[in-house]
């Protein structure tokens, strides 16, 4: 296959693993013939047939049934052991396929494992994809993480883009593989596992770089960019082999070349990563110090969601104009007190007012980067338990969990994620801002009322 017509592969690719998420994210509210299930442990069986797609939110899913249809899932440890009749769409933090998949399969989450069949196209994201031996995929392979480990089959072309790729087993196309600058025979870097969550799933070892067996297959040509060529056994390729360093030289002196798509997807990836691990830090926070403000601000956001739009908008205004109010405010006190004093308490008032103007701009940051993006988080989650019917709508934990995967995964889409942080940020600074001025005016209105009390017992006397 030419250069051309791989690069017109790997772009619909990324389409459709676009198009995965965005699934993933929207389609649970909007399509109606499925069916739901919800809960901490779900299990379908292996005499159970599900005529329809189905959608699950669960903390550990196990299938070993039958989906007639699509199967659309979330949650922390998943299990594939009997068949989907259709597409598989599964987000958690392990994800094993040891049964059988009729069409697609778009993956992602920490450990990815694929022990049995794909019949179409696999699509992965992740730190760690293992195509154990035995294993197949009828389309193409299309992997995109920190490592991946093929020794099974694969029928076209593979494209992988990682810091760790050892290929062991048939690709019956074309091989397009992409490690950076990552050096063969390099151990993992220090730090590593970065953890996903707690009860972190064992995965397979395998060396920095592109490493190949003698007992790999490659049907087509090999595509690879590394910064060290490496010896590829002339019985493992069939047609040609193409090495492209990542780092040229010029005369001796590095000269960083364009990246290349697999590299800029593997960058794009890393950037969700790290999006996805510091929210869910964020959400730890808030449902461990703040359970019950969080879910207030959530149910406002619920309960007047036009309102908390428009009060967002003003809250921008408000701060906007009170970042003004204490620039002028420092600039005059500065001024004032130079003249009356000579300017021996000018730097002591630029001084106060640097430390109100950040901190004031300190808050604010952080409320709209991250606790906007938790309080829509919280109640994305809480909609798709409660449309499952699941007690897990409840739960301090998982609601928060599922919605932000979720927004991550919405985030994540060209033009419509901006839209969404958007609509986020607004609709949690409106809910913060309702929230805030019942406050101000129930505490108003206490002493008011602690005031009338005396006048009417006199009047009574």
């Known amino acids: 296959m030419s250069t051309n017509r791989l690069g017109t592969r790997f772009s619909r690719l990324l389409a459709i693993a676009g198009a995965a998420t965005l699934i993933l994210a929207l389609a649970v ?32 899913f196990t299938l070993d049934g039958t ?22 769409v599964a987000a958690g933090q392990s994800v094993v396929i040891d049964g059988t998949v009729g069409d697609d399969a778009r993956i992602a989450g920490y450990e ?24 197949n995929v009828g389309g193409d392979l299309l992997a995109v993480g920190y490592q991946a480990l093929l020794a099974g089959g694969v029928a076209g072309d593979a494209e992988i883009a990682g810091g760790a790729v050892r290929l062991a087993g048939a690709i019956g196309g074309d091989a397009k593989v992409d490690v950076g600058g990552a050096e063969p025979g390099q151990g993992m870097p220090s730090g590593f596992p970065f953890y996903f969550g707690p009860n972190v799933p064992p995965v397979p070892s395998v060396p920095m770089g592109l490493s190949i067996d003698g007992s790999a297959s490659v049907g087509g040509d090999l595509e690879y960019t590394a910064n060290s060529e490496i ?24 000269e960083i070349r364009r990246p290349s798509p697999a590299a800029l997807v593997g960058r794009w990836f890393v950037r969700q990563l790290r999006r996805l691990i510091t929210l869910l830090l964020a959400g730890a926070a808030m449902m461990w110090l703040v359970p019950g403000w969080t879910r ?23 701060f906007a104009m009170a970042m003004l109010v204490l620039i002028i405010g420092t600039a005059l006190l500065a001024l004032i007190f130079g003249i009356l004093t000579l300017g021996e308490l000018v730097g002591r008032f630029i001084a106060l007012g640097g430390i109100a103007i950040s901190s004031v701009g300190f808050g604010f940051s952080v409320t709209w980067s991250y606790v906007t993006k938790i309080i829509i ?68 209105a206490a002493p008011a009322s602690a005031e009338a009390e005396p006048k009417d017992a006199a009047s009574a006397e």
């Open 112 to 135: 990815l494992s694929l022990g049995g069949e794909v019949m179409d196209d696999l699509i992965s994201a992740g730190f760690s994809l293992e195509n154990e031996r035995e294993s």
């Open 231 to 254: 010896a590829v056994p002339a019985s493992v390729v069939a047609g040609a082999t193409d090495f492209t360093r990542y780092v040229p030289e010029v005369e001796g002196r590095p």
């Open 29 to 60: 509210p909007t399509v109606w013939a499925f069916e739901g299930r919800g809960g901490d442990v779900v299990i379908i069986e292996a005499d159970e047939v599900i005529d329809d797609d189905l959608y699950v939110g669960a903390g550990q």
């Open 377 to 444: 988080s919280l109640l994305l989650g809480q909609l798709v338990f409660r449309l499952f019917k699941s007690d897990a709508e409840g739960h301090r934990w998982w609601p928060v969990l599922l919605g932000v995967l979720i927004f991550v995964a919405i985030a994540a889409i060209p033009v419509l994620g901006w839209l969404a942080r958007l609509a986020t940020v607004l609709l949690g600074l409106g809910a913060i801002w309702l929230w805030g001025r019942d406050w101000f005016a129930a505490r108003r």
């Open 296 to 318: 207030k601000m959530a149910g406002i956001v619920q309960a007047k969601p036009l309102p908390s739009l428009g009060w967002g908008v003003v809250a921008i205004a408000a």
């Open 67 to 88: 989906v007639k249809g699509d199967l659309f899932v979330a949650g922390g440890t998943i299990e594939i052991n009997g068949t989907v009749e259709g597409d598989l």
